[in-house]
């Protein structure tokens, strides 16, 4: 898709226009043009040069974006159009009040002039002329062009305005020369030069006020853009160098101190430190960062020192892709646009052919010329194509931009008005409703301690990459346990690991393996089944013939699943969970979360039939992050993919999760509900005031109530119109995407987390000789109601203690000590 800056619109008739020209362009497969960002998006194979001559024979500009780009990127959407704007809309004003003084202030309140204007008409007229006349100059823009639309026979708004301001200035001078032959001064009535003035500057101040609110409309994305660091701190050579960021490349090393941005993409090397990521992602907790975890450009660095090696630079930072989606989806148009494209494409010339009409109508029933095109200007000037053209657009903008803020990223203006339509979201089971990873859940023991099965268990599975393998691990390493190289290390493909510790041999694996060697009681296998029945997967392990006992992992539910998928049912969406897991885990896991379904044994493909079964019957969203969900993600109606996925299942997808949290689902649902709401009020606004305004500014009305619009009104009412549907857009940034308190729950459960992290204490213990003294120690320890778990071994002297609120150290030595132990410095 190529993009592209298009000059010189001014309305819905000019995008519209120039999407019907490029679209007849040899090759060009499909064509969309933004009024909003003056930005044009062209699918196909079209040459550059034949679309923008398509374009300038149109009546308008166009560029290949970023073609006449400034160094300073955030300039493609710098409000440059607001300031210009005003120093127009200021020269207008003084004009326009001194033309306003002679016209109304002396002819209709008697206000003092200069003594030669005293009597004299024909100088007051010729005044009243060359003032007009020079607010017209400097509102040149509206009369260039809107004739230029006219002559390419696609008039525009500025065709209204300047038509209905250059009339009555026409008129005024036709009866300016007709005041030559009569010096009774009856005709001073019939000018209208105070009006062609204030025309104008009653247009431009809407344009002003529509400036303005647009400008605010990109605000997420001008912040996303302040937010790009400058300048980098590499170190080559093992000195460090600050450069710019355009210097930065790939495979660079770069730091980054307290208190610093990180500058591009990277992986941790060495260090430790929070990160605050809110820019991003919109969490508010910082998110602990160490060797071998990722950060991302425009985060900010908490505390410890950071040395990163760059991964991705440029365009290919995170920030970049964030602000490219914010961008292309401002740039496409959602397809309830079309209504208003198909208005708009008629609209200004019926609106002409409307006013002629009025003048004709009057002046056959018999009033006067000034009365009829009185009536002809009002309706030229009260017609406002600009809000049907903004309708769309301001909301989607706005739309995209509470998304980005809060971490939901819509790539295209139909993905955000397609999720508000959705009526069933299925899930992926694994990294969607449960961590994608297993953890240990339950230890068995069956005659040895925890500690005993735990590090017989590491030290053998420390040679697997088995993820049952690394949930072990991981395990063993938080509480600390110790583990031995196994001689003799063997993998027994299928069926599990041998090796030899201190002369025993040790094995791990599935249950008919481990019976080969050694008798597993009954009691032992209940308890075995049990765990599998709740979706868990029991490892066998044993030394010699004994059973040393069972360690169970499963890959869990996400802690917000449960509530995130009430949340979706709460919105009146059937949920369905697809996974290819055996049927029994499935239903485990299905009924943990709350689903409505479970769908489970499917492959790839499957999960793209059933997708295709789902939409049958409304609407269908697909929520994943692998690569196997990829056909799902692109076959449903809106691809939902969890931020932390593969690039694969990214690309797939219409709308990313930057938190990776599925609490998301609902609330990109409720703001694409809120957007698709805010578009059709808008429409609705911009049709009732053309359908009351046009017949109220033509007369119809006057037989009836004796209603009468003067031009004036009628151009202070255009310039609200837009203001006002630009502002109804802007009311999104309010909208709560979740439900009350439930951010701060979210970001509650964060800190309480991050604090079981880092609330442990460790004890050196003299005098225990046993497990039976380990025992005595861990129930001293976990009697105490701030203490969570006791870890604790006789063999190292060693007791790791993780707390669940503040305590002493002291007080922890004092249980210890009251069972007859000596608690060392």
Known sequence: MEQYDVKGMSCAACSARVEKAVSKVSGVSSCTVSLLTNSMSVDGTAAEQDIIAAVRNAGYDASVKGAKKAAKESDDIRDTETPRILRRLITSLVFLLILMYFSMGHMMLGLPV???????????????????????????????????????LAPNMDTLVALGSGVSFAYSTAVLFMMTADHSGSLMNELYFESSAMILTLITVGKLLEARSKGRTTDALKSLMKLAPKTATVIRGGVETTVEISQVRTGDIFAVRPGESIPVDGVVLEGGSA?????????????????????????????????????????????????????????????????????????????????????????????????????????????????????????????????????????????????????????????????????VTDIVTNGATEDELLSCAASLEAHSEHPLAKAVLRYADERGTLRTEPDDFRVHSGNGLEGRLGGDIVRGGNRAYIEKTAAIP??????????????KTPLYFSKGNKILGIIAAADVVKEDSPAAIAQLKSLGMKVIMLTGDNEKTAAVIGEQAGVDEVIAGVLPDGKEKVIRDIKDSGKAAMVGD????????????????????????????????????????????????????????????????????????????????????????????????????????????????????????????????????????????????????????????????????????????????????????????????????????
């Open 522 to 535: 009954e009691s032992t296998l209940s308890q075995a089944d049990k765990l599998a029945e709740q979706g």
């Open 114 to 152: 200069p003594p030669f204007f005293e009597g004299n008409h024909l100088a007051l007229g010729i005044l009243q002329m060359l003032l007009a006349a020079t607010v017209m100059i400097i509102n040149q823009k509206f009369f260039v062009s809107g004739f230029k639309g006219l002559i390419h």
């Open 275 to 439: 990160v605050d990521e809110s820019a991003l992602t919109g969490e508010s907790v910082p998110v602990d960062k160490e060797a071998g975890d990722t950060v991302s450009a425009a985060t900010i660095n908490r505390s410890g020192y950071l040395r990163c090696e760059a991964t991705r630079v440029g365009e290919d930072t995170t920030l970049s892709q964030i602000i490219k989606m914010v961008s292309d989806a401002a740039a496409t148009k959602a397809p309830i646009a079309k209504i208003a494209d198909k208005v708009s494409g008629v609209f200004v010339p019926a609106v002409i052919a409307i006013a002629v009409v009025t003048a004709a109508v009057w002046l056959f029933v018999g009033q006067s010329v000034g009365f009829s095109l009185a009536r002809a200007i009002s309706v030229l000037v009260i017609s406002c194509p600009c809000a049907l053209g903004l309708a769309t657009p301001v909301a989607i903008m706005v739309g995209s931009g509470v998304g980005a803020r809060n971490g939901i990223l819509f790539k295209t203006a139909v993905a955000l008005e397609e999720t508000g339509k959705i009526r069933s979201v299925a899930l992926d089971k694994t990294g969607t409703i449960t961590l994608g990873e297993p953890v």
């Open 626 to 825: 692998g690569i196997n969900d990829a056909p799902a993600l692109t076959t449903a109606d809106i691809g939902i993919a969890i931020g932390a996925g593969t690039d694969v299942a990214l690309d797939a997808a219409d709308v990313v999760l930057v938190k990776s949290r599925l609490s998301d689902v609902p609330a990109a649902i409720r703001l694409g509900r809120a957007t698709l709401r805010n578009i059709r009020e808008n429409l609705f606004w911009a049709f009732i005031y053309n359908i009351i305004g046009i017949p109220l500014a033509a007369g119809v009305f006057i037989p009836l109530f004796g209603w009468q619009l003067n031009p004036m009104f009628g151009a202070a009412a255009m310039s609200l119109s837009s203001f006002c549907v630009v502002t109804n857009a802007l009311r999104l940034n309010f909208v709560r995407l979740y439900p009350k308190g439930e951010d701060i729950i979210l970001q509650k459960n964060n800190i309480i987390v991050k604090e079981n992290k880092t609330m442990k204490d460790q004890l050196k213990i003299e005098g225990m000789m046993c497990p039976h003294c380990e025992a005595r120690v861990k129930n001293a320890l976990e009697a105490l109601p701030e203490v969570d778990s006791a870890l604790v071994s006789h063999e190292s002297g060693t007791a790791e203690v993780t707390l669940n609120a503040g305590i002493a150290h002291e007080a922890l030595a004092a249980a210890v000590t009251a069972q007859g132990y000596k608690v060392l410095e």
